[in-house]
């Protein structure tokens, strides 16, 4: 009896709610029809926003291209492609106002330019108009101890909205990785938009990672130890993944930076019909009057690593690594050795970040033989480079590697890392000849160094010679051709 009136309660329960099923999806509908409405009636309002500050030129209205980078200020790789992609834009289309959304709020915009001179020597030659975004916080991962791409992926909208709000442009490039702001500038908006992809926010590689329950920076032990929350973490970055591809594929253009990131971009993102590699600019000519051979003011080596301060980069593996070398070293009758640390710090985290690897520096008892030279001047980081003799890098698949183009450019011997954009676009034969090495682990890392040290100077010559050679392919003018090609359909 009771398991009869069970059975009716339950059957009661499913009718209920199979009667709710069609009110509630006419009610979605009409709220899906209500948002459409409104987001159509907003995009309007921009449109007329857009036009009633716009600006013209021999009768004609001028073109607004805005560029959404964050960290314009932060002087590494990916703000090099900024400042050489205006450079090449302000040179084609003069008669265009360039925007550059950037959360800097500390700097006024004479100060970014100046720093992009300073650092990069790259001088713009029409104005830039700086709208500074206030809400960067949103999209730093300290926000987000735990989701943390989820995180800073909505973020970056709520970002992007800011950006928006303050002005509309015509044609919108994210050149910083957050292909979430792209349906926000194209559907609500109404941009053109295009994407200078640097790294994928997710790649199947991290897929793998948490899927063979592997320990990483971005994949926490506690995690990979225990099964249940590896599935849980897989299930949630498969997710991702396919919310990530959506977003992507909104773009009108796509542009990845080496053959690592277009393979992961065309997986994710499905848009191979407007998709180009466009390698970074590498100021390869800047680097070609350092001498190749080997002029050193003290004895001994120099070894020198560029690169910001980022987790990602790992200088903590060069640190341990060259304290091997230098316990090996103890024994041997070998010259003097010292390690220059030389990137940018973005923010609070990246200074505390130096300070873990002091303290790990004086943990190996290697603090006098390394040294952190912090936001340098360009002059100065051409200074170190022509003294050093080998350049450390060690970021797994690092998207491409601007600082390893930058250390073969001025002669050094590169060590970099056996995954991503240095093993697969830039230390690979030239000629048949070797234009540097490869290693992955502490103690690869410690033995190539001390194989390098060892080769003869002719020996050393001859592969800085030829990796001298190789890099020609990564200068400015490559990017220009390639950049101006890629984004002709954006600004036509």
Same mark, same amino acid.
């Given at each position: ?22 009110? *509630? ?31 013209? !030129? ?64 790259? $001088? ?9 975004? !206030?809400? !960067? ?71 793998? &990672? ?20 590896? $599935? ?12 990530? #591809? ?25 848009? #191979?019909?407007? +998709? ?67 990137? #940018? ?24 033989? &390394? ?17 050093? +003799?080998? *350049? ?19 002669? +050094? ?13 830039? &230390? ?31 020996? !050393?010559?001859?592969?800085? $010679? ?27």
């Amino acid at each position: 009896m009771a398991a009869d009136t069970g059975s009716c309660r339950l059957y009661a329960l499913l009718r209920f709610f199979y009667s709710l099923l069609f009110p *509630g999806l006419i009610l979605c509908g009409v709220l899906c029809v209500y948002l459409v409405i409104v987001l159509w009636l907003f995009r309007r309002h921009l449109q007329r926003k857009k036009k009633s500050v716009s600006t013209s !030129r021999n009768g004609k209205d001028q073109m607004v291209v805005a560029f959404f980078h964050p960290y314009c200020n932060a002087g590494g790789g990916g703000e090099r492609v900024l400042w050489c992609a205006l450079k090449a834009l302000q040179k084609k289309y003069p008669e265009a106002v360039y925007v550059v959304y950037t959360g800097d709020i500390n700097v006024s915009g004479q100060q970014i330019l100046e720093g992009a001179f300073r650092r990069f020597n790259i $001088k713009l030659v029409h104005p830039v108009e700086f709208v500074f975004l !206030r809400k !960067r916080y949103l999209v730093e991962d300290s926000q987000y101890p735990h989701f943390t791409l989820l995180g800073q992926s909505l973020g970056s909208i709520l970002l992007g909205w800011e950006a928006l709000m303050q002005r509309v442009p015509d044609v919108y490039i994210d050149s910083m990785g957050y292909a979430f702001t792209l349906p926000l500038f194209k559907y609500i908006g109404g941009c053109r938009v295009g994407s200078y992809v640097h790294y994928p926010t997710i790649s199947t590689d991290m897929l793998s &990672v948490v899927k063979n329950q592997n320990t990483g920076f971005n994949n926490a032990a506690f995690i990979s130890r225990n099964a249940f929350l590896s $599935k849980a973490k897989l299930l949630y970055y498969c997710l991702f993944a396919f919310i990530y #591809g959506l977003v992507g594929s909104c773009s009108d253009v796509v542009m990845v930076n080496s053959s690592w990131t277009l393979n992961h971009i065309l997986s994710l993102w499905k848009v #191979g019909h407007c +998709t180009n590699i466009v390698y970074p600019p590498c100021d390869v000519q800047t680097f070609l009057d350092i001498p190749l051979h080997e002029k050193r003011v003290t004895p001994g080596h120099l070894l020198v690593s560029i690169g910001q301060f980022r987790p990602e980069k790992n200088h903590a593996l060069q640190i341990k690594a060259f304290a091997k070398l230098l316990s090996e070293k103890a024994a041997e009758s070998r010259p003097s050795l010292k390690l220059a640390l030389i990137g #940018g710090c973005r923010n609070k985290e990246d200074e505390l970040r130096v300070n873990q690897l002091k303290k790990l520096s004086e943990n190996l008892g290697v603090q006098e033989n &390394v040294e952190f030279k912090i936001n340098i001047s360009f002059d100065e980081l051409k200074n170190y480079l022509s003294e050093a +003799t080998i *350049g450390l890098h060690t970021m797994w698949n690092e998207h491409f590697g601007i600082g390893v183009v930058e250390c073969m450019a001025a002669g +050094t011997i590169i060590l970099a890392h056996n995954s991503g954009g240095p093993k697969l676009d830039i &230390v690979i034969p030239h000629d048949g000849q070797i234009t540097g090495f490869l290693a992955e682990s502490e103690e690869g890392y410690a033995e190539t160094m001390a194989h390098i040290l060892s080769l003869s100077s002719e020996k !050393r010559l001859q592969i800085r $010679k030829t990796a001298r050679a190789s890099v020609s392919r990564f200068s400015d003018q490559e990017f220009e051709v390639s950049f101006l090609s890629s984004v002709e359909k954006l600004l036509t």
